[in-house]
């Protein structure tokens, strides 16, 4: 059991005045589901090598909000109001003119094996970190690298957003095991026979696809995930049997499949699939979002108006995107800005704000709590946060270290999980986020760092 304690020191350069303010923390369940074993895809040389040591690798990173987080023990990542203030990264300093970011002490942090406990110490300069501070958490290292986005840096190549947990010969989307015409939207569909991923579901053992069967219709297909279960029977590393196919109901309006999209939305357990007749779509023009409800297979279909004044993409297998009641899309013509759009009233349209990205080149990938994650290749990654309609870099440059755009297919109630494919000719395994919450340290009241003053904050975890 860990138990966590947080001082703050701001310190008046012109006065060397000094306010301190200590508080304790609580543990989030982060770090148990990162240990959690994954059927038989988890290896444990993984965590016995390239994660150690834990408190540097998990822990050594520090990020501070604005406001309050949450104190719920599963929930690992601040809602999309709250604004990233400061944060720093276990064994770096700040040679940028990036202000957020602090430094670490490697003076002052100290890991006591006697008396069990790990100190962090931070220290922030002047120009870095200011204004109100409400939470302060620990989180993954490249976490640390104002990894909720930056407004003022450029991002660091070498680190990524994502820690890959595991390769995977399970491979969920290769036809040749699994058995079936499986694929992801990497790849593209063929109507009445492509099985497309969109998600996983670690506690029913079972992976979820979708099938058009035609213009009116809708199968979806259940096929073991050999993540709880393996069967003396079957060849899992050719095989993902069927566990059960199922007809939804005839749709009231019929499929555009001329260009199509489609993602899973964790806010409220849907599937979203988005088709269009048209790569780009003119203003005035339609297009169709069709929701799926994961359990009771319920159907709703929203026929969207772009009711923006610009082309919109609506092609490929990428574009279109809905998360929370909205739709989101790239404008056709440079800089390609982003749009969302209210499924259920297309007049409420809003351009989101760049900040800190001339072009969005990238396609979104997956959403957490609000903020979409954006990626284009190796070369550019952003994050759209939809309570502030504004989209910019976090400071690292990807998701993965890959030259490829590869497909992320989400597991159910997980979010730290993710399962990553190139389509129907490679898998590139399992990953998880690394800007999670392990400890979460609301203040007693929020405390304001000013241009006048330093900061040092000091974190402790003690192993009870």
């Known amino acids: 059991m860990l138990k966590g304690t947080t001082r703050i020191e701001l310190t008046d350069v012109n006065t060397g005045e000094v306010e301190t303010y200590q508080n304790s923390n609580m543990v989030t369940n982060a770090l148990r589901d990162i240990l959690k074993p994954l059927g038989l895809s988890k290896r444990p040389n993984r965590f016995l090598n390239e994660f150690v040591p834990y408190y540097e690798k998990l822990l050594g990173g520090i990020l501070c909000f604005d406001r309050e987080i949450p104190e719920n023990a599963d929930g690992y990542y601040p809602p999309a109001d709250a604004n990233l203030v400061g944060c720093a990264s276990h064994g770096m300093q700040n040679n940028t003119k990036n202000t957020f970011r602090g430094g670490f002490n490697q003076t002052e942090s100290e890991v006591n094996l006697k008396d069990r406990y790990v100190k962090y110490v931070y220290d922030f300069a002047t120009s870095q970190a200011n204004g109100t501070i409400a939470s302060i958490c620990l989180t993954h290292r490249n976490g640390g690298l104002t990894s909720y986005g930056s407004k003022n840096t450029s991002p660091i190549r070498d ?68 993540l709880k279960t393996v069967s003396i029977l079957d060849n899992i590393y050719t095989t993902k049997p069927l566990i059960e196919e199922i007809e939804l109901a005839e749709l009231s309006s019929e499929l555009q499949i001329g260009y199509w999209s489609y993602n899973y939305d964790p806010s409220n357990d849907c599937l979203y699939i988005c088709t269009s007749s048209n790569s780009r779509t003119a203003p005035e023009g339609k297009f169709l979002i069709t929701e799926i409800k994961v359990d009771t297979w319920k159907i709703k279909q929203y026929e969207i108006t772009n009711t923006t004044d610009k082309y919109l993409r609506t092609e ?23 749009y969302k759009i209210q499924i259920t009233n297309s007049a409420n349209v809003v351009k989101l704000k760049r900040t800190n990205v001339t072009n969005i080149n990238g396609v979104p990938k997956f959403v957490i709590n609000g903020r979409v994650y954006y990626e284009y290749s190796y070369e550019q990654l952003l994050i759209a946060d939809l309570a502030t309609n ?26 730290l999980i993710y399962f990553c494919d190139y389509g129907t000719w490679s898998t590139s395994g399992w990953y998880m986020m690394c800007n999670y919450l392990a400890t979460i340290n609301n203040l007693d009241a929020p405390v304001t760092k000013t241009a006048d003053k330093t900061m040092k904050i000091t974190y402790i975890l003690q192993e009870q």
């Not at 079936?180 to 998600?199: D, H, P, V």
């Not at 755009?405 to 997980?414: A, D, F, G, I, L």
């Open 159 to 226: 680190n990524l957003l994502m820690q890959s947990i595991a390769e995977d010969n399970l491979q969920y989307v290769y036809p040749d095991r699994t058995g079936a015409s499986t694929s992801s939207r990497y790849s593209g569909m063929t109507i009445g026979k492509t099985e497309l991923i969109f998600l996983i579901d670690r506690a029913k053992d079972c992976v979820y696809y979708f099938k058009v069967a035609d213009k009116n219709h809708i199968h979806i297909t259940k096929r073991r995930a050999f």
């Open 316 to 338: 490929g297998n990428w574009g279109m995107f809905v998360t929370e009641g909205y739709l989101l899309l790239r404008g056709y013509d440079a800089p390609y800005d982003v």
């Open 390 to 415: 504004e989209i910019m870099p976090p400071e690292t440059q990807t998701l993965f270290n890959s030259s490829y755009t590869m497909s992320v297919t989400p597991v159910r109630n997980e979010p």
